[in-house]
Each structure stands twice: as C-alpha cells, then as structure tokens.
C-alpha cells in the first residue's frame, strides 16, 4: 500500500509553499497595520499642526497711549482703571453685568485690554511645519510688508483657551462655553439614559420570556443602535423641542425668555441616541454574571428581585458603567443631532439651567472651521485638541474600569 | 406513631418532568425517609439532576419545563397552583457540582442568606454555629472578613454547606457535590453529611459509586427507559445494602459491577 502522504523532496516543495503563501498573507496584514497608524497619524499631525505657529498682528492703537507699563507688568488693579476709563459706559456696564469687572482675573482683564482697547489686529498665520521650515522666509516676508506688525511663536491651545468663552475675535475666543455645554449635554443624556437603559436591560435579561415578542424588541434595539444620528436629531426637533416645548423651554416652571431649543432638549435627543448603546451594552455585562451566582441564591430562599438587587446588579455594574462611559464618548462627538435641535453656534453666556441655549465642542469646532479667517482655524485645530483629550481620557477610564472589574467567580 | 414505622420526609407521586414536550424523567414514585441519606445513581443523562432540580424547585428556571405528578412534603404537593417556590426552596436547600460562594466575605457568604429569610436572632451566632454545622469553623474562625474566594475548592463547598443549613432547612439536596474536589476535601464531604443526617434529609446525586455505596441509606438506580424515548426513570430504590449486594433488576446489577455504564 503507498503512502497517501507526499514524502521527502516533494513534502519539502510543499511546506516552502505554505511558508510562502503564510509569510505574504502575514505581510498584507502588516500593511493594513501600517496604513491605519499611518492614518491615525496624519489625522493627529494635522490637528496638531493648525493649533501652534507663527500669528503676525499689529496694534491697532498703541499700548502706550493707554499706559507708560509695559504690558506684561500690568496689575488687576492698573488694569481696572484703564478700561473703566477708556470703555464707553455702556460696554463697562455690559461686561459689568455679565460678570462683576472686580471679580475677574488678571488674566481676563488684560484680554479685555487687549482686545477692546488696544485692539489686535491679526495680518496673518502660519501653521506649526511653516513656521519651523520656513521661519526665516516668513520674517522677512512679514516685515516687508506690515513693518509694524509683531511677529511671534504662539500656542493657541493655552489654559486661557480652556477657561475663556466664546468671542467674535479669534484671538481671545475659548471653548468655556462650550466644554460647559458639552458637559451639560452628557450630564443631562446620561442622566435620562443610565436608568432607563439599565432598567430595560434587567428588564430583558431576567424577566422577559423568550419568546418571538421579546426576539423582535431585541432585534429592534440592536438596529436602533446603527440608525444615523440625524435621525435623532429629526426626532428630538419634533418631539423635545416642539411638542414638548413648555417642559424643555421652561415655561411651565416659569422661565419666559427662552424656547424649547435648549440644553434640555438637547440632552434628552442625545439620551435616546445613547440609549440602545446603554441597554446593549448593560445586557452583556448582565449576561456575564454566570448563572451558578443566581442559582446560588435562589438555592438560599431569595426571590428574583433580591437576586437581582443583590448579586446581578453589583457584578454586572462595571460592565454597565464601561457602556455608559462609551456611550457619553459617543454623546459628546455628535455634532448632526444639535445642529438640528437647534444649538447655539455664537454664545458667549455658560450655560446655568437645564433651559438655557447652549452650544457644544464640536458645534464650535464646525462652526469655526467654516470661518474665512486662517486665525479661526488654528482655535479650531486646538478646540480638537481640547475634545480629542476628553474623549481619550473617557475612554481609558473605560478601560480601567473594565480591567478592575475582570473578576474570578 | 408506631416505632418501626419509617417517616418520610418527601415523596414523588407518578412523577414525570418534562422539557417541552421531551419527558426528560417519566413514572418517579419514591419516598424518601427523614434523616437519612439517599442516593441517586445512574448513567449520565438518565435525569439524576434534573429529578434532584424538580424536589426545590429549580427547573422553574428552565424555560418550557414542566412537571405533571405529585412532589409530596408534609401532605403538600410542592407543584400545586398556591406554592411559592422560594418558600419552596427556603425549607429544601441545595449545594451544587461546582462551589459556588457568593463574592463576598465568609462571614455575608452565610449571613446573605438570613438577612433577606428575616432572620431576627443573634447573626454573629448563627454564622459561627452554620460554620461549626459544616466543620469549617476551625480553618475560617480568623478571616471571617475575607473573600470567600480565597478559601480552596474544599473550603468552598463546604461554605456553600454551611450557608444552606444557616436557613435551616428541612432537606438538603446535593448535585455531586464533591465531584470538583481531590480525594481529601471529598473525605471531609463525606464526613460532613453523616454528621449532617442527625438533624436534615439528604439527597444526593452522584457519579461515583463507592460513594453512594459508602455514605447513603437508600439509594436510587436511575436509567434510561427502553422504550426509545430517551427518558430516564428509577427503576430500583432500596436500601443501599440491597443494590449493591442484591440488586433485584438485572441493569442495576451489571452498573454496579461495572459491567454497564
């Protein structure tokens, strides 16, 4: 009888071959590897590149008519009485009114100097590969042709960006409005979406019957979880914003001068976007708790609910919070949804209530990448920043969480 | 009361558990006697667990299974309409194959189980007496604080004994409860329930048949009937003496021996 299997010279052929076709399909992968950190990448050499660089400006009136100082040794107090003298009345008592001028920072008041007295005027910007390559072109240019122009290195990512609302002039704009927005937005959708997902989640894990009503449900809120966002903002306009609007505008608790595009609104849009993502989510962390825990104590006399309260509800938390915090990743990146709710797009009031307008980091991230002005994409590059760090510290957290609670049963 | 007449604890009357429309355990008539310790023996997949299951009530959780038949306890069939099941299961307990503590300390492990039943009395008592109950008081008395998951597989099984009888339950049913142990901690098992039957009826299910024969009363050989339905029944129940020495059914006799199984 011969052997079936190819021997000595042509077994040796044979493996060759297999080595060749493993060793080209484990370098197509490599590539694909290689392309995706290349990507990643040039996404983040981008958003890096607009947010540092060169910025050339002039003054539009000179910091010594206002002041022999120099304008890095100015104090709060110097700085009081420069601007109460040379504000007209009414703008000193309308940035009086929106936060008490003696209350303020050095910081902010020599930003108010700066930008309404002395007043910047921006002639250009450079992005940071510019400004390192080309330094020298770019000095000789600037002072060709604004020969009274300052030219100098800038970040325009600063803890001043963080802590400053919104401005009509690029140079002292910040993203405190809408950080706060943000954080108002997910408080509020996370708020509405956590108990209601978990509720459901119990709900269908340990209390429904199989059956084909709870198959169609099921299958529902796994498709749920895929329809495009925009979807919910339509559903959000109808539903929070107009057929709601004496809840969400505040009017039945007696808030009179807004309308039901508030943060409200936009809270509970982002709450059943969320939603599915929640109860998914929160299924399989219920899922996860090995049946012997229940059978355990059943084994003891417990009814369902104590079961439940008591053993299904605590094991399975982490894997509930990882959803959530994952799902307020997801909330707080969604830009279509607001547009159509109605966010803000220029604000400069934080937002104080449920009822008040708001705007969002990626509002203010579209809506300055879309201005003609090259000063408004660099705070647009750092406002990216600012959300790609919150998403990525989220996110870890996620994954923090979810190792801890990786626990022997 | 006659003093030779037995008492029994629970009986089955034409018991058959079904899991839709399989009969997974058909025609159980059985009466278990109190205090003592009965045996289920058989080949795998002849029903041994889920007959175990159907006495508190836990196929309950299996969807479409249902019992037709009499589970008898105290006169009360334990499937009418107007039982609870968790009253059901507070008076019979159950320790299952795998230990399965709660993951919490030693001392929650036991006092769980009071809490939510309404114990009343002195807690602190009530775990050193369950644990003392399941000879685990000597190795634990230091770390009644710790996770329950620190203690071996051993210590374990017989934590899950203790938290039973902290409920004090009348019967207590065990799903091979030493079948995921070494020889040593299934000594102490052993062990455990000859001090055990002096206060509880104990039904267990096991694989091994040096067990049975070593540990229980009674014992009931189970197999598959032959009919080609696939469904298990008990097809002799006597004293464990007379399966093992004098089975009157000729497919007890070649499991026991070996021959079979």
Redesign the interface.
Known sequence: MTNPYPQDEAFHRLTKLRYFVANLWQAIFLSALLIAIVSLTALLYNVVDGAFGYIAYEYKKAPTEFTSTPIAELTKDELLVILKENLSSGAYGKLDKEQPMEERSQSDLLSLFLERLVRIDTKGTWSMTDSLMRGGEIRADVAEKYPNAILEFRSWLTPQFLVTPMSSRAEFAGVRTAVLGSLWLVGIAILFALPIGTGAAIYLQEYA??NWLTSIIQTNINNLAGVPSIVYGMLGLAVFVRLMEPFTSGSLFGITDSNGRTVLSAGLTMGILVLPLIIINAQEAIKAV?D????????????RW?TVW??VLP?ALPGILTGSILAISRALGETAPLIVVGASTFISLDPDSPFSKFTALPIQIYQWTTRAQSEFHAIAASAIIVLMVLLLTLNASAILLRNRAQ??? | MQNNQPEYSIETKNLFIFYGTFPAVSEVNMKIEKQKITAIIGPSGCGKSTLLRAF?R?ND?V?SSYVTGEILMRGQNLYAPNVDP??V??SI????Q?P????KSIYDNIA??AK??GFKGNMDELVEESLRGAALWDEVKDKLKKSA?ELSGGQQQRL?IA??I??QPDIILMDEPASALDPISTLRIEELMQELKKNYTIIIVTHNMQQAARVSDYTAMMMLTTDGSRSGTVIEFSETKTIFTNPKDKRTEDYVTGRFG
């Open positions: 019957p199989k090995p012997s825990l229940r059978q355990a104590a059943f084994g003891v006399g417990a009814t104590q008591h053993h094991n626990r022997k049963y | 508190n836990m959780f969807p968790v009253q299961r507070r307990g159950m320790v299952f795998k399965n503590p709660f993951p769980w189980g939510i039943n998951y899950c938290r039973t902290a409920i």
